[in-house]
């Protein structure tokens, strides 16, 4: 069973630092692409990264382009957002997601909850 | 980026309605894109991908079409477990994007 548990969330206060996490399990954790996804309160879904299965290629939305770093430890079979410079719309329930070769996201985790507030 | 609008953005429906979301995308994205259905406080789950094919273990209730910049997704009898809210996304290219969202809620 493909199972992506999240952890690491928290508050934290504008201007400051936080790495998220995702351990993976129930499948060859290598072989796949994985993504980051954010949900603000109350609102949609927005893509924030991606990150191949060798680390060769990753990407960003512009807008957390230079502020957030994702990696990935395929010995630990998780992958990680090292997030800095939080704003306060950085506030959000983060998803990691497992990308399908097609590049569509097929498993998902139950989130972590970001807050960025003084 | 390719921008994803859906429509409407909430819809009243009553248990076995047959219900039709709306996606089109601001440029032509082939069939390159997934439905997904989020309930209060989960995460989202992959109903259905490339516009048209159903993921393994969503009920046949659940279809897709459309190709280019146009898609449908359509519940066939509404179930009580089916009100919840629906996102398209297209992976045509990067950055990744979603519609912003349809709520189906209960008449």
């Known amino acids: 069973e493909v199972k ?15 790495r998220i996490s995702c351990a993976a399990s129930g499948f060859t954790f290598s072989h796949y ?5 954010r949900q603000a309160p109350g609102k949609g879904l927005e893509w924030v990264s991606s990150i191949s299965g060798s680390s060769s290629y990753i990407l960003y939305a512009d807008s957390m382009q230079g502020r957030f770093t994702i990696s990935r430890d395929n010995a630990k079979n998780s992958v ?35 807050t ?3 | 980026d ?3 609008t859906q429509s ?10 047959r219900v039709t979301i709306t996606c089109r995308a601001s440029q032509s994205i082939s069939s390159w894109l997934a439905w997904y259905q989020q309930k209060p406080g989960k995460a989202p789950k992959l109903l259905i991908y490339k516009a048209s094919s159903l993921e393994s273990g969503v009920p046949s209730g659940f279809s897709g079409s459309g190709s280019g910049t146009e898609f449908t997704l359509t ?8 009100f ?11 950055p990744w994007t979603f519609g912003q969202g349809t709520k189906v809620e209960i008449k």
């Open chain 1, 33 to 37: 692409n994985m993504n980051w996804v």
């Open chain 1, 4 to 18: 992506l548990v999240e952890s690491g969330g928290g508050l934290v206060k504008p201007g400051g630092s936080l």
């Open chain 1, 80 to 114: 990680y957002l090292q997030m800095s410079s939080l704003r306060a719309e950085d506030t959000a329930v983060y998803y990691c997601a497992r990308e399908d070769g097609s590049h569509y996201f097929d498993y998902w985790g139950q989130g972590t909850l970001v």
């Open chain 1, 116 to 118: 960025v507030s003084s």
């Open chain 2, 84 to 94: 919840a809210t629906y996102y398209c996304q297209q992976y045509n290219s990067y």
């Open chain 2, 75 to 82: 519940i066939n009898s509404l179930q009580p477990d089916d």
């Open chain 2, 8 to 17: 409407p953005s909430t819809l009243s429906a009553s248990v076995g309605d």
């Open chain 2, 2 to 4: 390719i921008q994803m």
